[in-house]
């Protein structure tokens, strides 16, 4: 942890830091609690509207602290009531954030990184690159600005760790900002109502089995075999489609849960009848679910979406082998905020992204 940036902004800290820090400076620890109510119960980031803390605690807070907060710079709403933000960050990144209601419940699609490493072929936020890592404060910070946006505040809401960015590989944020999420006196966010999406980064895998606070697991499968999933996602050339399954296999999952594979579908490349034979037997005996996601399509993605006939078929063919499958309806297409379409496309733009975005034409 980088004391320096974060024991100043409450907005970083978690239960135990912030009791720490309130110790060191002789104040009780029961403040925490009445901090994180204020903070993320009811979205109170004026300190001196703090009223159950002593007049000094404010005062001592006012010059030793600041909460900061992602400002909101637009939002855009789909027909089909997805709505998409563009949320600036205290250096001037930028990353988005999608709202999703009624899926039945209601749903968070948060970013954990601006940009990302994985360059997955069919992804335009793998154009950008990675910018840098958000921190678990600039993680929780999206689902707080989003809570007051949307009219969520006290409501029950879902996670989805599926927006810019490889959860895994911002590892220490991410699992700070779920535990910060998950706090009773903050928006007790139970995990089993969060769900984490990877790429399958094999030793960050290994080190989440191992979690108290455990969120629902989703594998960027999108291919049976490592020489199509090789052309598609570059990170399966060290940890390959063996090795992620197995892993799965060892994965402790809750009674009664499951691992989402999510499987982007590609006109052509990995969406015929032999692929679907191939994605049940690599499945057998995994504890899984199958969410089908036909690409979609963007300028600079060279790839199709294949025809609704083949994305039945492909479906079908997964249910008669006895998995459960889901193809998932593209939410806020229209405002580019559906699944791989969130690219910051602003004019305030990192010299990185403005190039992804000229080299692109996103
Ligand atoms: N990095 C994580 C989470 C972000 S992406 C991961 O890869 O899982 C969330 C999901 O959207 C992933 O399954 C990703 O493969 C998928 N996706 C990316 N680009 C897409 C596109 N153009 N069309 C449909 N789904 C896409």
């Known amino acids: 942890m980088n004391q320096n940036r974060s024991s100043g902004d409450l907005a970083e800290l978690e239960r135990a830091e912030l009791e720490a820090w309130l110790e060191a ?36 807070l006012v010059d030793e602290v600041k909460i900061s907060t992602p400002a909101l710079v637009t939002r855009e709403r789909s027909i089909d009531g997805t709505e998409k933000f563009l949320l600036c960050l205290a250096d001037g990144r930028q990353v988005e954030s999608v709202f999703i209601p009624d899926t039945p419940s209601m749903t968070f699609c948060i970013s954990t990184q601006v940009g990302c490493a994985m360059a997955c072929a069919f992804c335009l936020t793998g154009k950008m690159g990675l910018v840098r890592n958000l921190t678990a404060g600039e993680i929780v910070g999206q689902v707080r600005v989003l809570v007051d946006a949307v009219n969520m505040r006290g409501k029950r809401f879902n996670i989805v760790l599926m927006g810019m960015g490889e959860p895994l590989h911002n590892y220490d944020e991410t699992m700070k900002a779920l535990r910060i999420l998950a706090d009773a006196d903050g928006f007790a966010v139970s995990p089993r109502r969060v769900t984490l999406s990877t790429v399958g980064l094999l030793p960050a895998l290994e080190r989440l089995a191992h979690e108290p606070i455990m969120p629902n697991l989703a594998i960027s499968l999108h291919a049976p075999t490592d020489e199509i999933r090789g052309q598609l996602v570059p990170i399966n050339k060290k940890y390959g489609v063996g090795e992620i399954i197995a892993a799965c296999k060892r994965f402790p999952l809750k009674k009664r849960s499951r691992i989402t594979f999510e499987y982007v579908l590609l006109a052509g490349v990995n969406d015929s009848p032999a692929d679907a034979n191939r994605l049940a037997r690599l499945l057998a005996g995994v504890k899984s679910k199958v969410n089908v996601i036909p690409l979609n399509a963007a300028a600079g993605i060279p790839f199709d979406r294949p025809s609704d006939e083949a994305i039945d078929r492909f479906a079908r063919i997964l249910a008669e082998h006895h998995l459960t499958v889901s193809v998932r309806k593209s939410r806020g297409r229209d405002i580019r905020a559906a699944c791989g379409q969130l690219i910051v496309e602003s004019q305030r733009q990192s010299p990185a992204q403005q190039l992804a975005v000229a080299a692109f034409g996103a």
């Open 25 to 60: 400076r002789g104040i009780e620890r029961f403040r925490a609690r009445q901090l994180f109510r204020w903070i993320y119960g009811q979205g109170v980031t004026d300190i001196s509207a703090m009223t159950n803390l002593p007049r000094e605690l404010r005062q001592v």
